[in-house]
């Protein structure tokens, strides 16, 4: 996968109101989306200097960071997700997992995870090993996708952000999280060679900025 632009603005929640309804009078939902909408769980791993989060806080040019997800609680569907930034431009690679893998990763048992064939599984493994990555916290979210196929768009916003805290039990639906301090809403837009004027006038919120939030860093406000 060819890496992609992409842009973060934190926005008010009268922002979010006024771009629900420009985007959804002119762009596509995405097809998973129910209602509108999807839930996303999030398992996020570190090491124990926290390698991840400082790289992204002191803005590392070449970063990257591993994360479990699910989306709308169903865990029958389970992706192991790789993050890439560089050059400000990001790249996702991402694999299904089976269940036994699923359970092996939020546990942080690399013995159960050698014999995979995966290169992204294996990966992990090998960092694990080697870095000291281990499931570090939760990170639930509400999002809205929009799509857009010239340039291959992808506008999200995000809101409802909740940590984990330092909980990893990622795989029970009752696990608590709590609101992730402050944390605005975000609106992202991802593409590829190019962005359409349409789409740039569409996301326009004035008093915005491009920003560097993250959810992950904004989930470990509470250790």
């Known amino acids: 996968m060819e890496f992609r632009h992409e842009w973060k603005h934190e926005i008010r929640p009268s922002d979010l109101l006024a771009l629900r309804s420009r985007l959804g009078a002119v762009l596509e939902r995405d097809r998973h989306a129910v209602n509108g909408c999807y839930e996303i769980r999030s398992l996020y791993f570190d090491n124990l200097a926290d390698k991840a989060l400082r790289e992204k806080i002191d803005g590392v040019n070449g970063r990257e960071k591993f994360r479990v997800r699910?989306?709308?609680?169903?865990?029958?569907?389970?992706f192991l997700e790789k993050k890439s930034k560089w050059n400000?431009?990001?790249?996702?690679?991402?694999?299904?997992?089976?269940?036994?893998?699923?359970?092996?990763?939020?546990?942080g048992d690399v013995s159960r995870l050698e014999g995979s064939k995966n290169p992204l599984?294996?990966?992990?493994?090998?960092?694990?090993?080697?870095?000291?990555?281990?499931?570090?916290?939760?990170?639930?979210?509400t999002r809205e996708p929009f799509v857009y196929a010239p340039g291959n768009v992808r506008v999200t916003l995000d809101s409802n952000i909740r940590t984990g805290m330092n909980g990893t039990d990622f795989?029970?639906?009752?696990?608590?999280?709590?609101?992730?301090?402050?944390?605005p809403a975000i609106l992202e837009v991802k593409w590829d060679g190019f962005l359409p004027s349409l789409i740039r006038d569409l996301?326009?919120?004035?008093?915005?900025?491009?920003?560097?939030?993250?959810?992950?860093?904004?989930?470990?406000?509470y250790g």
């Open 171 to 183: 795989l029970n639906p009752n696990c608590i999280t709590i609101p992730a301090g402050d944390a």
């Open 203 to 221: 996301v326009q919120v004035p008093g915005t900025h491009t920003s560097a939030f993250s959810k992950y860093a904004a989930c470990r406000i």
């Open 70 to 78: 699910y989306y709308n609680g169903d865990l029958s569907q389970v």
């Open 88 to 107: 400000g431009l990001c790249r996702k690679e991402q694999v299904q997992l089976s269940r036994e893998e699923v359970q092996a990763i939020a546990q």
């Open 121 to 141: 599984v294996w990966e992990l493994c090998f960092k694990m090993t080697t870095q000291g990555l281990r499931p570090r916290t939760i990170v639930d979210y």
